[in-house]
């Protein structure tokens, strides 16, 4: 039956659709019952010829929750690859704050005394320049026997052969 057949049939019948009934209804797929193998509606719980459960409408539901997870996903890991990039002032960074609690956590004052950064309560950039090496930031945190410090972290230019840079943090 056509869309012009459907509203007539419905005038016929004195029952009078508003626009987005006939809106909606025209945008509902149509799919073969399991049981019985006529048309239902996708969004049908059951056949109404035969009462079966409608288990194309489930999947439906399904696939829109994974679509809609899979997008936040992708979302979120493309923040935290590209966020150098969407937030170049490292110093007030997530990217930053990782890699400043790394280095306190794997230095060698900190595996003596057994030390963690538990929270960093706050970050900000203290210089920068033109270069790496000018940058300064200012970490306050707190660290696992309860202590609250302040640590600056600073680049400086490595003499192997590799390059690149090295990352200091010393108590301010």
Not at 33 to 40: N, P, Q, V
Not at 123 to 138: F, I
């Amino acid at each position: 039956m056509s869309f012009h057949a459907d509203r007539f049939a419905a005038c016929e019948l004195g029952v009078s659709l508003s626009h987005d009934e006939i809106g909606r209804s025209l945008e509902m797929a149509i799919v073969k019952c399991y049981e019985c193998g006529r048309d239902i509606s996708t969004e049908a719980k059951s056949c109404p010829h035969c009462g079966a459960k409608n288990k194309s409408r489930k999947k439906s539901k399904y696939l829109r929750w994974i679509f809609a997870l899979a997008v936040i996903a992708a979302v979120v890991a493309a923040y935290e690859i590209f966020e150098g990039a969407l937030n170049p002032n490292i110093c007030e960074s997530s990217l930053g704050r990782k890699q400043f609690v790394r280095t306190f956590d794997s230095s060698p004052y900190a595996q003596r005394q057994k030390l963690r950064v538990v929270d960093v309560m706050s970050q900000k950039e203290v210089s920068h320049g033109e270069r790496l090496e000018d940058l300064m930031c200012e970490f306050n945190f707190k660290i696992n026997d309860g202590r609250a410090l302040t640590y600056t972290l600073n680049f400086v230019k490595s003499d192997t052969a590799t390059g690149g840079y090295l990352i200091h943090i010393k108590p301010k």
